[in-house]
């Protein structure tokens, strides 16, 4: 499952950038690898769903504070 990039819109640093999906099957794909975005900066979001059927799914970003606080 390939979904458009995560983009970080502020003026500032968003730390450990991942996201998570869910199935309307109940699955849970992800999280994906956590990135640091620079301000402006865009991350791929791609995801396996290991050949699951589904017919809709919700995505959502998830990050943590700088410096690992």
Do not use: W, Y
């Not at 956590?34 to 769903?49: K, R």
């Not at 059927?53 to 995505?59: G, I, L, V």
């Amino acid at each position: 499952m390939v979904l458009k990039p995560v983009e970080n819109t502020t003026e500032g640093t968003l730390c450990a950038i991942r996201v998570e999906v869910h199935l309307s099957t109940g699955t849970e794909l992800g999280p994906t690898e956590s990135v640091d975005l620079a301000a402006g900066q865009t991350t791929p979001v791609t995801l396996p769903t290991e050949g699951e059927a589904f017919e809709s799914f919700t995505a959502h970003p998830e990050l943590s504070p700088c410096g690992g606080s």
